[in-house]
């Protein structure tokens, strides 16, 4: 299982695409500065610090922490995901039109399962997050 600190590195993997198949080292460093203080925040609103949270494997994550990211990048819409609000954000830190329409991609067909197989809670941004893992290792180069 993946450790958490990868998670972080790779801003949750919702939206970071910061493999160097996808983005340039710039639009990289824009996205962490964007993730990185709401992704910190949601750890804080968890009690958790960044040292028990780099350790611990995905799968010891509360399911409410990711939903707390996802909310906080604000890509949530009455308990679901909404692929409107990912993909403009997906165009704001991808610059290249090829990744950017692959990425899109992957997110349309994440959303959509999140929000069918999601009850609604916290489990539709797990769903989210463990779909955008799994399709999109190539593109989060991992």
């Avoid at 604000?74 to 329409?101: C, P, S």
């Avoid at 959303?111 to 190539?138: M, Q, R, V, W």
Wanted: net charge negative; aromatic share 8%.
């Amino acid at each position: 299982m993946l450790k958490i600190h990868v998670l972080l590195c790779f801003g949750m993997a919702i939206l970071y695409f910061g493999s160097t198949k996808a983005v340039t080292p710039e639009e990289s460093k824009a996205f962490e500065a964007f993730a990185k203080p709401l992704i910190e925040q949601c750890q804080k609103d968890f009690g958790m610090d960044k040292e028990s949270f780099a350790q611990k494997n995905l799968d010891e994550i509360d399911e409410c922490l990711i939903a707390c990211v996802v909310e906080k990048f604000g890509i949530t819409n009455d308990e679901k995901i909404d692929g409107d609000a990912l993909k403009a954000l997906v165009t704001k830190f991808v610059g290249n039109e090829e990744e950017r329409n692959k990425i899109n991609k992957i997110v349309e067909e994440c959303t959509e399962d999140a929000n069918k197989s999601g009850d609604g809670t916290c489990n539709t941004s797990t769903i989210l997050f463990l779909c955008l893992l799994k399709n999109g290792k190539d593109l989060w180069g991992f």
